[in-house]
């Protein structure tokens, strides 16, 4: 099993930047992805980036504003989200797929995108 903790959201204006932080409780293999994904009120999770060893998946709609990055050494998984609109407001799970496929999530960041 692993925890996961999120850190870093917040309020922020129309067009600031936030930084995620993602502690993993324990070490994750670098072959096992980690990410991040979002729900806002009213709708489904949604993805938001993944990466993993040699691949980096993003949501066309964070494409060009939010860079996924890892530190194998810390544990830890980030989300450098930049140019936030208020479409950005949800809440920000970190989450990562272990052996046998077993999905793991953290508890969620509020990021509120307003002015």
């Known amino acids: 099993q692993v925890q996961l903790e999120e850190s870093g959201g917040g309020l922020v204006q129309p067009g600031g930047s936030l930084r995620l932080s993602c502690k993993a409780s324990?070490?994750?293999?670098?072959?096992?992805?980690m990410g991040w994904y979002r729900q806002a009120p009213g709708k489904q999770r949604e993805l938001v980036a993944t990466t993993t060893v040699g691949f980096t998946n993003y949501a066309d709609f964070v494409k060009g504003r939010f860079t996924i990055s890892r530190d194998n050494a810390e544990n830890t998984v980030y989300l450098q989200m930049n140019s936030l609109a208020p479409e950005d407001t949800a809440v920000y799970y970190c989450?990562?797929?272990?052996?046998?496929?077993?999905?793991?999530w953290g508890k969620g960041t509020l990021v509120t995108v307003s002015s």
């Open positions: 989450w990562t797929s272990l052996s046998r496929g077993m999905d793991y």
């Open positions: 324990r070490s994750i293999n670098i072959f096992y992805p």
